[in-house]
């Protein structure tokens, strides 16, 4: 997002817990500050002088965490931030959360307005930071955007290498038939979502969704996946049910110990649960407008995969 914004000719300062890791940053004239979202007078310093404050900081899926970790960062935080950029001035934040606050999508493409059913801790505490930004927002006369991207991928991008990368080394096992659908969008589409949200006047005290123009299958991904980088396409599956009745009892097994389980009951709701959105507010009212194909952003994904010797 820094780099994006800093590509657009803005001026970009960006808020790290460790400045070390993000000499890169720096390094393209980018202006890096130390700081957390649970450290208030950090959060003022990264703030003053900002027009536009971004929050994309989440505490995301991370086992043996307490909740009220979770609330700290991604609830209590957000409200945090809010409170920062107007003592610092700003004009308007942008929140960062997530379409897993919508759940799972049965039927047509969901927008904006469908009803909320967020199946974890980290979606809940999301929905809930968006509930406690837009409050500390009327509090403090501050404009608030809320953006919630879907599954979010491109270079820079490990997470879904457990779909792409396992998919090109052809060690990508599928639970139940694949029919539900995954939308995607790639990492630049959402970097300029997100500006959009920062810069289009209409926008304050609005909650836009940022996915890709494609809504393909969780099968049509793998089946596209496949395709590009060269390999037959998977067959192995697995029935659904078995594997999250396994991932239950891991979960409860190593919860006591504080380790985290080798499988979880959300990886495997990865395989069932349709994500599917209509993204024609943000076109109409943001003027947003996804350019890269699913396919050239599958492309680009596998190649910085092989950059990194990871396929």
């Known amino acids: 997002m820094a780099r994006w914004l800093k590509s657009k000719g803005d001026d970009v300062r960006v808020m790290v817990r460790d400045p ?5 940053l720096a390094a393209q004239g980018i202006e890096v500050v130390a700081g957390d979202l649970t450290n208030t007078p950090s959060l003022r310093r990264a703030a003053a002088g900002c027009d536009v404050v971004y929050n994309i900081a989440a505490l995301y899926r991370t086992a043996g965490l307490p909740a009220d970790r979770y609330r700290q960062v991604n609830a209590v935080g957000v409200a945090e931030v809010v409170d920062a950029a107007a003592a610092a001035g700003a004009r308007r934040v942008v929140q960062c959360s997530t379409v897993g606050v919508h759940g799972h ?4 493409p969901a927008n904006e307005n469908a009803p909320l059913a967020p199946g974890d801790v980290y979606q809940d505490t999301k929905l809930e930071g968006e509930r406690l930004g837009a409050a500390a927002a009327a509090r403090q006369g501050i404009e608030f955007v809320i953006a919630r991207p879907s599954g979010i991928y491109g270079e820079g991008d ?3 290498f457990k779909l792409f990368g396992k998919v090109a080394q052809r060690r990508f096992l599928l639970l139940g038939d694949g ?3 995954y939308h995607l969008t790639y990492v630049e589409d959402v970097c300029e979502g997100m500006r959009l949200c920062g810069v289009t006047p209409a926008a304050a005290g609005r909650i836009y969704i940022i996915a890709g123009a494609e809504i393909p299958t969780l099968r049509e991904v793998m089946d596209l996946t496949a395709e590009i980088a060269h390999v037959p396409p998977s067959r192995l599956r697995l029935p659904v049910w078995p594997v999250w009745l396994a991932g239950a009892l891991c979960e409860a097994a190593c919860k006591p110990f504080g380790i985290s389980p080798p499988l979880y009951r959300r990886r495997v709701d990865f395989f069932t649960k349709s994500r599917a959105f209509d993204i024609s507010r943000a076109r109409r009212e943001l003027g947003f407008d ?8 599958i492309a680009r994904t596998l190649e910085w995969y092989r950059e990194q010797r990871w396929i």
Not at 105 to 108: E, K, Q
Not at 290 to 297: C, E, K
């Open 179 to 181: 029919r539900i659908h």
């Open 105 to 108: 999508i049965a039927g047509a």
């Open 20 to 24: 070390s890791r993000a000499s890169a």
């Open 158 to 160: 490990r997470r879904l």
């Open 290 to 297: 996804p350019r890269v194909s699913l396919r050239d952003g």
